[in-house]
């Protein structure tokens, strides 16, 4: 099949490389014309493990194209995907749906012959029909299907997620398109992935209510860390024994700074809006939102305590991990980009090392930037992991100890044994965990 994919973001170019790879043909588009050269060029504009492999083999293989001219392939196209942005609105927090619209009215005006226009952004419930109105508008005598395909993409697992989903998740009632999405993903039939058919608002309202409930999860756990610290538990063992209830599970039950990145911040907040706009607002997601932006202001104060107790004046503290997680270089809504701030507040001065976090170089000012986790520690009083990057989980500790000037280790991320640490003579930190 042919297929457009307006957007090269994170979830465009990973899943036009993917569908790719499922052997259908995809032109990439973008406004960005240097995005576009790079990619062109073989270069890739994000850091996802496997994505310059795939890329560069299906666009070997004349399978993945990419070009900032839209009307050639969207006139080919049997499926056209939104992927485009959809950040918060500045003000109300709803989600800017600007990008959606332009490329909407972009495509009411290139499309030949029935064509299914799907919907790959995160978008609130109604969008659907808002794309709907616009190809009435623009191009009433179009044969088009709007279409709700929602993503599901981890950042660092995101060519896994893609191929080997847990579900996915179409929103029609249109039966050519639901002809058209089974051919899409026909690949993940063979190997049953489940694919569930609903209704567009549905499909919708399932993105979000997803990513509300597992922000929530691990804000439950967060909260859960901080009692445990108050009345003397191990939060990584309350964390396994309801884990292993199975109506439960244990994932997204590790306490850490809070949650960050490009969609639960942002799509919290757009469904707190939504849910109030609609009359029903959603209590527990609004706490959630209020309560994960106070924890990491909070982590700060953890760092301080670590050191002195009072202020961090004429100290040196050292910080391994700044994107949001691993294996990934998004910084956005970073805990770190809270935590930094908050200890140069209170007086430190702060070094840094992260293995991909090229952004934060423009987003943290008066850092100290070094090239490994070994510079980071030198001459610090306290060292702080903010990320857990599976490099920071085997370091040489004895080495670490003789470079700082204290063997002060915060552990944001619960990756070492208490007794491990201790036993190097290290004071040692972490979340939820009580001191010996």
């Not at 957007?7 to 790879?21: H, K």
């Not at 496997?50 to 399978?63: E, I, P, S, T, Y």
């Not at 800017?96 to 226009?117: K, M, P, Q, R, W």
Request: hydrophobic share 45%; with cysteine.
């Amino acid at each position: 099949m042919h297929v457009a994919m307006i957007g090269t973001g994170y979830v465009g170019l990973v899943s036009g490389a993917c569908f790719a790879d499922f052997g259908h043909i995809v032109t990439c588009i973008d406004k960005d014309a240097g995005k576009i050269e790079r990619l062109q060029a073989g270069g890739i504009p994000i850091y996802e493990p496997g994505l310059d492999v795939l890329v560069a083999n299906n666009v070997k293989a004349g399978r993945l194209f990419f070009t900032t001219e839209a009307a050639e392939a969207v006139k080919a196209a049997d499926a056209v995907f939104i992927a485009v942005g959809t950040p918060s609105r500045r003000g109300d927090g709803h989600a800017d749906l600007s990008y959606v619209h332009a490329a909407a009215e972009e495509i009411a005006g290139l499309v030949e012959g029935f064509t299914v226009v799907v919907t790959k952004s995160t978008v609130p419930v109604g969008t659907g029909d808002e794309i709907e109105a616009i190809f009435k508008r623009v191009r009433p005598d179009a044969d088009v299907a709007v279409v709700s395909n929602p993503e599901f993409l981890r950042e660092g697992a995101a060519i896994e997620d893609f191929k080997r989903p847990d579900r996915v998740v179409v929103g029609t009632d249109d039966e050519r398109a639901r002809a058209v999405m089974r051919e899409l993903y026909r690949p993940l039939y063979l190997n049953e992935t489940p694919i569930q058919f609903t209704g567009r608002r549905t499909s919708e309202l399932i993105k979000y209510a997803g990513n509300a409930f597992l922000a929530m999860k691990i804000t439950f756990i967060n909260e859960i860390a901080d009692l445990c610290e108050a009345v003397g538990a191990d939060v990584q063992q309350v964390a396994r024994g309801i884990g292993l209830d199975g109506r439960i599970g244990s994932k997204f039950l590790n306490a850490g700074p809070g949650y960050g990145g490009s969609c639960f911040p942002k799509d919290t907040l757009a469904l707190v809006r939504t849910a109030r706009d609609a009359g029903s607002p959603v209590e527990l997601i609004e706490t959630t939102v209020r309560v994960n932006d106070a924890r990491k202001k909070a982590m700060a104060r953890k760092v301080i305590t670590a050191v002195n107790g009072e202020s961090l004046s004429g100290k040196t503290i050292g910080v391994l991990g700044l994107t949001f997680k691993p294996n990934t270089d998004d910084m956005r809504d970073a805990p770190s980009l809270d935590i930094v701030p908050a200890l140069q507040a209170a007086g430190a001065q702060v070094q840094a090392f992260d293995p991909e976090g090229h952004e934060a170089r423009h987003m943290l000012k008066d850092v100290e930037f070094k090239d490994d986790p070994y510079a980071a520690a030198e001459g610090a009083d306290a060292l702080v992991i903010i990320t857990e990057w599976d490099q920071f989980r085997a370091l040489d500790l004895d080495r670490i100890k003789l470079l700082m000037n204290k063997p002060v280790l915060v552990d944001l991320r619960n990756i070492y044994k208490p007794d491990d640490v201790r036993r190097l003579g290290f004071a040692y930190t972490s979340i939820g965990r009580v001191a010996a």
